[in-house]
């Protein structure tokens, strides 16, 4: 694993940024993750590349023009302003150096930053500028890699089959639709289209999605690329990693029910995929690697191209994963959004080394800047469901004996406000949350990916 525990992971180092000193803070001088900033400043408006710090950017340009990242990040580097870029031109050495000093030069006894001038424009406070994020998405391809949602979804459409023969040796993909990911705080607006027919043998529908819905995945961000035709073997996998956010894949589940077959999913996921500005580098996630899931007993073991004895040890990744929702009159009475749910990336099926692996196993290259989404992350309980299509869903193949009861069933779900849901309505914002703890690390969070529902637009 290239990824290492070492100096920076220290649970003991401190900023003289005291903000990132907060035990609850997400960004501690142990996390920095990646994000690109909007400054305002009056006399102009631009974009730059920063690291986070507590409830502060730290903007990069500012260091390379003081000299302080001298032979790490060059000025023309920051030219473009995307991290993907940056990083495809550093070695795993380099990136290992470039943390290594970013966590010096923030660290409570060193004052190469803190008494140097420039220390006062290159610290932002992140409540005042709009945050993106920090790569340039050139392409997206959408995974299934829970095997609890897979089997609840599953159920629902095909209760005697709900597993499909392929699930177990390939992990299941479809390419999505760069031009439509969009960052955390950008509107949904509801999306039009045809329906599936409400009876077997009607006529679809043509109108607004009536059963609109959230997924809770990662996004994995590709740091280097792979030459076309040249796969990448599965142990080489990690090299290619940039880092992880949070990702919404919003689902219009009436289209998505009659369009899927026999292509997958199309216009009912690509009218808007929602990501966290925060790029949490894989190097700050090392303390919180995991094995992968334990594959039941009588499932085949992976094929030789997705095996790697080490990825099998240390390939999964504990990230704690929280679903919120607020209506239009919550927020507008006040109230606090609710939590709808709360899961694990570690029990996702395939880890995203074998994502990566399989994604370029016909030669595929994948390139700086590609977003690969986890698929929706479902748990083995009913509060780990990471969908509505699922949560509102009586149904439970992993009771014992397991509860099936026919697809159309729904229980909503309560709002403080005595409203119901069984999808989103329109004025619903949707907040996804993550963080990594383990005892003896400090913990690190990825920020918030939300979004709230607009209505639909007639054509
Ligand atoms: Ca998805």
Not at 58 to 64: E, G, W
């Amino acid at each position: 694993m290239p990824y290492k525990i070492d100096e920076t992971h220290d649970p003991k180092l401190r900023s003289w940024v005291e903000s990132a000193n907060d035990p609850a803070t997400d960004f501690p001088i142990q996390n920095l993750p990646m994000v690109r900033i909007i400054i305002d400043d009056e006399a102009e408006t631009y974009v730059a590349t920063g690291v986070a710090i507590g409830d502060q950017i730290l903007v990069l340009d500012f260091l390379v023009q003081a000299g302080l990242l001298e032979g790490l990040i060059q000025e023309e580097h920051l030219e473009s302003l995307l991290v993907d870029e940056i990083y495809a031109t550093l070695s795993l050495e380099d990136r290992g150096r470039f943390r290594s000093r970013l966590v010096s030069l923030l660290s409570e006894p060193n004052s190469e930053l803190r008494g140097h001038d420039v220390a006062e424009h290159a610290l932002i406070s992140a409540s005042e500028v709009v945050l993106l994020p920090a790569f340039d998405c050139h392409d997206y391809t959408d995974f299934y890699a829970s095997v609890y949602h897979a089997t609840n979804v599953g159920t629902m459409f095909r209760p005697d089959n709900p597993l499909l023969p392929n699930y177990k040796w390939i992990p299941v993909g479809y390419h999505g639709r760069a031009s439509s990911v969009i960052p955390s705080g950008m509107p949904v607006r509801r999306p039009v289209g045809q329906l599936s027919p409400t009876e077997e043998g009607g006529s679809p529908g043509f109108g607004p999605c009536k059963l609109l819905d959230y997924e809770l995945e990662m996004g994995l961000v590709i740091g280097r690329g792979n030459e076309l035709g040249h796969p990448i073997p599965i142990g080489e996998a990690e090299e290619h990693m940039l880092g992880m956010c949070l990702l919404n894949d919003w689902s219009a589940r009436d289209m998505q029910k009659w369009e899927y077959v026999p292509l997958g999913p199309f216009l009912a996921k690509n009218f808007a995929t929602t990501v966290s500005p925060f790029l949490v580098t894989m190097e700050a996630l090392a303390p919180f690697r995991c094995p992968a899931m334990e594959r039941p007993a009588g499932d085949p073991k992976p094929l030789p191209h997705l095996f790697d004895a080490h990825d099998q040890e240390r390939g999964g990744l504990d990230i704690t994963l929280e679903v919120f929702l607020s209506s239009k009159q919550m927020r507008d009475k006040g109230m606090e959004a609710v939590r709808l749910s709360r899961g694990s990336f570690k029990d996702m099926y395939w880890t995203v080394s074998q994502m990566l692996a399989h994604h370029s196993s016909n030669g595929c290259n994948l390139q700086p800047g590609d977003l690969l989404g986890s698929g929706t992350i479902s748990g083995p309980k009913r509060e780990s469901r990471g969908c509505l299509l699922e949560m509102t869903w009586d149904g439970d193949p992993f009771a014992n004996p397991p509860i099936i009861k026919p697809g159309t069933e729904r229980t909503p779900i309560k709002l403080p406000t005595g409203e119901e849901r069984k999808f989103l309505s329109d004025g619903d914002e949707v907040i996804i949350r993550g963080y990594c703890e383990r005892e003896g690390y400090r913990r690190i969070g990825f920020g918030e990916c939300r979004g709230v529902i607009e209505p639909a637009v007639s054509i």
